[in-house]
Nanobody, 120 residues
């Protein structure tokens, strides 16, 4: 199983970025997917998750309304749309796949991470 994340970069505060994660080795319609992030000097934290069908989404409370997770099961991709970015959103963002996809999200496979830098 391989997860390939892309879309990171440098953006000014208030701007937007869209991250994408392509999954190889799993049919995405059967699996929950998630995004996590790790800021410099901090632990990795949960950002968002989405159910196998894509109908249910979950967010870290402080990110609701700014971040949107979506998936395209036909393309085997999951995206994270990030709006109104602040310097506090600067982090390496990781996509993850839950191989069990039952109950609380559990990251079994990780992408390589994509760096998002928000300048003030």
């Amino acid at each position: 199983v391989q997860l390939q994340a892309s879309g990171g970069g440098l953006v000014q505060a208030g701007g937007s970025l869209r991250l994408s994660c392509e999954v190889f080795g799993r049919t995405l319609s059967r699996y929950s997917m998630g995004w996590f992030r790790q800021a410099p000097g901090k632990e990795r934290e949960f950002v968002a998750a989405i159910s196998p069908s894509g109908r249910a989404t979950y967010y870290e409370d402080s990110l609701k309304g700014r971040f949107t997770i979506s998936k395209d099961n036909a393309k085997n991709t999951v995206d994270l749309q990030m709006n109104s970015l602040t310097p506090e959103d600067t982090a390496v963002y990781y996509c993850a796949l839950d191989d069990l996809s039952s109950g609380l999200f559990r990251a079994d496979y990780w992408g390589q991470g994509t760096l998002v830098t928000v300048s003030s």
